[in-house]
């Protein structure tokens, strides 16, 4: 009776913290071929042209086709100009709630004041164009920890972490993580993920571009996303980081997982809230009803949203993820929540049966909440602490293993 009624209150609140905010927006269907026109969207178009398919045909058969092509759909070149920039902290808020907005103009007035610190900033050009000026300018707070002396004779590896926040996360979420990693001796990036804070175009409230109901769009924002982690591990070894890891948060989960199943220089792997079918989060999920709402306005059916998303679901990746994962003995940790209505608990679970079958080794844990209840006390310092001692083991045994 009791765990009745904790989960029937966990429901609510849950809801009531998805429903907060006003300014989602429900935008009509787009296929939007024109975003992955470099990896066959302008084929796609051709066919539809000739008669040969229809829209849903013609976005699922592409789908499945860059699965098989993830090599080249998810190739990239190492950007040339990267370069570190001090400028004062912003908020960029993604919701018109009083208190955010207070928040916000805090931020600012201290920034006026001289009250507020200068912080540094790596800054380059995406490998992945997508026509937005502003989302093609990544951008990555940089917490640098000091250097470490040596360990049984031998020079102690620089070890770093690159972190993604969760869908239409602010500038600052997530930054205590990178201080809590500064006291183990671990850097940080704190990556803007594509469409968010300082890379938002100047006509969105939220960062609806990352996931919308334009199709094409939706699944080169999360391509990008995946060149840009990639693009920090070079940046990362050019600066002699030898032992690079990564952690994501809900959406910026889906985009770790896809970047670690293609780069094994990622050895830590942090996944805060995960699933296997984007599709799946995308109909179910509390978080992006109003996305739904437009596929199914449009006749489409959960399943369609499966096929139209396969390329950047965690499950069409999870053989790819095991080979990279023993060729660089990585460590993965995967937490999830009980109560979860954005990423439901069944496709929590489904990632962490994909792990068994494919002989992943990782280790799970779970919190007694739901998804945006993970930032309420006092489940986000049990999350912290999930992750926080995660990291610091697994970068121990690391650094062990090289003195060895």
């Given at each position: 009776m009791v765990s009745g009624l904790y989960a029937k209150w966990m429901y609510a609140w849950e809801t009531a913290l998805t429903t907060r905010d006003e300014n989602r927006v429900e935008r009509p269907l787009e296929w939007g071929f024109e975003h992955l026109a470099d990896v066959g969207g302008l084929a796609a178009v051709a066919a539809l042209e000739r008669g040969e398919a229809t829209s849903l045909a013609a976005m699922s058969a592409l789908s499945d086709r860059l699965v098989r092509e993830a090599d080249s759909f998810f190739q990239y070149r190492t950007p040339v100009d990267f370069g570190l920039e001090e400028r004062h902290p912003e908020?960029?808020?993604?919701?018109?709630?009083?208190?955010?907005?207070?928040?916000?103009?805090?931020?600012?007035?201290?920034?006026?004041?001289?009250?507020?610190?200068?912080?540094?900033?790596?800054?380059?050009?995406?490998?992945?164009?997508?026509?937005?000026?502003?989302?093609?300018?990544?951008?990555?707070?940089?917490?640098?920890?000091?250097?470490?002396?040596?360990?049984?004779?031998?020079?102690?590896?620089?070890?770093?972490?690159?972190?993604?926040?969760?869908?239409?996360?602010?500038?600052?979420?997530?930054?205590?993580?990178?201080?809590?990693?500064?006291?183990?001796?671990?850097?940080?990036?704190?990556?803007?993920?594509?469409?968010?804070?300082?890379?938002?175009?100047?006509?969105?409230?939220?960062?609806?571009?990352?996931?919308?109901?334009?199709?094409?769009?939706?699944?080169?924002?999360?391509?990008?996303?995946?060149?840009?982690?990639?693009?920090?591990?070079?940046?990362?070894?050019?600066?002699?980081?030898?032992?690079?890891?990564?952690?994501?948060t809900s959406l910026g989960s889906c985009y770790s997982f896809l970047a670690a199943a293609m780069d094994p220089r990622l050895r830590v792997c942090a996944f805060n809230h995960v699933s296997m079918s984007f599709g799946d989060v995308v109909w179910e999920g509390q978080s992006t009803r109003h996305v739904q709402s437009a596929l199914e306005h449009a006749g489409l059916s959960q399943g369609d949203a499966q096929r139209i998303f396969a390329c950047i679901s965690p499950s069409r990746y999870m053989d790819r993820y095991a080979a990279t994962a023993k060729w660089c003995d990585r460590q993965t940790l995967v937490v999830h929540a009980t109560y979860d209505l954005t990423f439901p608990l069944a496709g929590s679970l489904a990632v962490l049966r994909g792990m068994d079958e494919h002989g992943i080794a990782h280790m799970s844990k779970v919190l007694p909440c739901g998804h945006y209840t993970t930032g309420e006390t006092p489940y986000k310092y049990i999350d912290g602490w999930y992750l926080g001692s995660f990291v610091w083991r697994a970068f121990r045994s690391l650094r062990r293993a090289v003195s060895a």
């Amino acid at each position: 009776m009791v765990s009745g009624l904790y989960a029937k209150w966990m429901y609510a609140w849950e809801t009531a913290l998805t429903t907060r905010d006003e300014n989602r927006v429900e935008r009509p269907l787009e296929w939007g071929f024109e975003h992955l026109a470099d990896v066959g969207g302008l084929a796609a178009v051709a066919a539809l042209e000739r008669g040969e398919a229809t829209s849903l045909a013609a976005m699922s058969a592409l789908s499945d086709r860059l699965v098989r092509e993830a090599d080249s759909f998810f190739q990239y070149r190492t950007p040339v100009d990267f370069g570190l920039e001090e400028r004062h902290p912003e908020l960029f808020p993604t919701n018109v709630r009083p208190e955010t907005l207070a928040e916000d103009r805090e931020y600012r007035r201290r920034a006026e004041a001289g009250e507020m610190r200068r912080a540094p900033y790596l800054r380059f050009s995406s490998a992945v164009r997508t026509g937005y000026p502003e989302n093609d300018v990544v951008n990555a707070r940089w917490y640098e920890a000091s250097a470490r002396g040596a360990m049984d004779g031998k020079a102690s590896p620089r070890q770093a972490m690159i972190v993604l926040p969760q869908w239409n996360a602010d500038a600052v979420s997530h930054n205590a993580l990178c201080d809590l990693f500064l006291r183990f001796g671990v850097s940080s990036l704190r990556l803007s993920k594509p469409y968010h804070d300082i890379r938002r175009p100047a006509e969105l409230e939220r960062s609806d571009y990352a996931v919308s109901a334009n199709v094409g769009r939706t699944i080169n924002a999360a391509r990008q996303a995946v060149a840009d982690i990639r693009s920090c591990c070079d940046w990362l070894e050019s600066q002699g980081y030898e032992q690079i890891g990564v952690l994501g948060t809900s959406l910026g989960s889906c985009y770790s997982f896809l970047a670690a199943a293609m780069d094994p220089r990622l050895r830590v792997c942090a996944f805060n809230h995960v699933s296997m079918s984007f599709g799946d989060v995308v109909w179910e999920g509390q978080s992006t009803r109003h996305v739904q709402s437009a596929l199914e306005h449009a006749g489409l059916s959960q399943g369609d949203a499966q096929r139209i998303f396969a390329c950047i679901s965690p499950s069409r990746y999870m053989d790819r993820y095991a080979a990279t994962a023993k060729w660089c003995d990585r460590q993965t940790l995967v937490v999830h929540a009980t109560y979860d209505l954005t990423f439901p608990l069944a496709g929590s679970l489904a990632v962490l049966r994909g792990m068994d079958e494919h002989g992943i080794a990782h280790m799970s844990k779970v919190l007694p909440c739901g998804h945006y209840t993970t930032g309420e006390t006092p489940y986000k310092y049990i999350d912290g602490w999930y992750l926080g001692s995660f990291v610091w083991r697994a970068f121990r045994s690391l650094r062990r293993a090289v003195s060895a």
